[in-house]
């Protein structure tokens, strides 16, 4: 029977009797564990910014823009001609069965002063749906009404960044603010959004009845023209549905022919954002399958140590077998040296990854999370290098001949 306890008793006094080796052995572990926690972390990160910056967009969205003016042969983006109008908007609402809620908007930037205070920031015209689209609740106050919209009232809801810069810490609902030279009294305050997935200041904004940003801020090409109309989808599996019955609808009101290109574009945002999340899955997966890479020749380095140990053993080996030592008492032995090793610098590598990701978060101002799994991972991984590049080394000792060993100089 194998005497595990004398056995990892003796692998460890072999360990200690060459202790810099040991440690230089050990620090391609050291790295290779350390450089999986912190890219794994990284991704992590990235992961988790995208989706935050999702879920902040809002769920099953669809954005449908007016379409593009060709000058000269020249074909301009889209946006570039006003195609688009509240009574579109409408229309989808009624008439598009796949659909949860429409919000058009017509926006612009504009100089807004409160008292002694101004701020230049975006107006964004449009409706109390937005709320709904965007599942953008409110901090304080109330939002707008659909009789706001109607009278074209000049009321607003404000951002939490356009707070800041007029207001400070002073309530703001009841007060009024000047946009354009214009008087709105601010209603509402909305929640902190942060940013949105281009790295714009969402909180950066106003919302006006969209009616109001027509006919007193910006004007319009034609009567009821907005820029942009956004549509929620009832569900994610809604969403092909409501892109289909948008186009078809859109293409009837504006009597575009069978043959003719449309003129606005419908995006579904939601797909947009789930494959830039998807891409940063891969990324971290990446990241993670490369910093293994450094495991693989910490185990080459182990394995080149092992077969070092052994040569320099061989009489010590010889000696052990013919005062009884079985097969695998010397495979076990050379195995769990293998593993010290690995396992040792997997711990230190734990620490040093860690350390890492905080460095790289604080330094390079990038979102790690390092998380409980990739830690095990990351260890667990380390225990399997030793073992598997441990065990050529304690098959090749445990062939050794007895009697040969002890000739051995």
């Keep these: 029977m ?6 990892v008793r003796i692998s460890f006094k072999a360990l200690k009797r060459n202790k810099m080796r040991s440690a230089l052995t050990m620090l391609g572990i050291i790295i290779g564990v350390g450089a999986v926690i912190a890219m794994i972390a990284v991704g992590a990160g990235a992961r988790e910014k995208i989706a935050s910056q ?6 099953n969205l669809i954005m449908v823009l ?3 003016t060709t000058a000269g042969g020249v074909r301009m983006g889209s946006g570039t001609q006003p195609t688009l109008t509240l009574n579109d908007a409408e229309a989808i609402q009624k008439e598009c069965p796949a659909v949860s809620e429409v919000a058009p908007i017509l926006n612009g930037v504009a100089q807004v002063v409160h008292g002694s205070q101004n701020w230049a920031t975006g107006v964004i015209g449009t409706t109390p749906g937005m709320l709904t689209v965007r599942e953008w609740p409110l901090d304080s106050g109330r939002s707008f009404t659909q009789q ?7 009321v607003c809801l404000i951002g939490k960044t356009v707070v800041d810069n007029l207001f400070g810490d002073d309530d703001p609902i009841g007060k009024v603010v000047r946009i354009k030279k214009v008087p709105f009294t601010v209603i509402g305050v909305l929640s902190v959004k942060g940013q949105s997935p281009q790295g714009q200041d969402q909180d950066d904004a106003i919302h006006v009845p969209v009616t109001t940003a027509q006919k007193k801020l910006f004007g319009t090409a034609f009567p009821g ?3 942009t109309i956004m549509v929620k989808a009832r569900s994610t599996g809604d969403l092909a549905s409501a892109e289909k019955q948008i186009i078809e609808l859109l293409r009837q009101r504006h009597h575009i022919g069978q043959k003719q290109e449309n003129d606005f574009t419908v995006r579904n945002l939601t797909q ?3 494959t830039a999340e998807q891409s940063a899955n891969v990324m971290g997966l990446l990241l993670g399958s490369i910093a293994s890479v450094s495991l693989l020749v910490g185990g080459i380095g182990i394995m080149n140590i092992m077969l070092v140990s052994v040569t320099e053993r061989t009489r010590e080996i010889g000696i052990r077998m013919a005062i009884g030592a079985k097969t695998w008492d010397i495979r076990l032995q050379f195995i769990i040296e293998a593993m010290t090793l690995s396992l040792i610098g997997g711990i230190a590598g734990i620490i040093a990854g860690i350390s890492s990701s905080k460095l790289i978060s604080m330094f390079a101002g990038w979102t790690t999370i390092v998380s409980p799994f990739s ?8 225990g399997l290098v030793g073992i598997f590049f441990g065990f050529y080394p304690a098959y090749k000792a445990s062939l050794l001949d007895p009697i040969e060993a002890l000739r051995y100089e």
């Design 2 to 7: 194998i005497d595990i306890p004398t056995t």
């Design 54 to 59: 999702i879920s902040s967009m809002g769920s």
């Design 66 to 68: 007016p379409g593009a």
């Design 148 to 154: 706001d919209v109607r009278n074209a009232t000049k």
């Design 225 to 227: 023209m907005v820029r």
């Design 272 to 274: 947009a954002m789930q």
């Design 375 to 382: 830690i095990l991972l990351a260890f667990g991984f380390s």
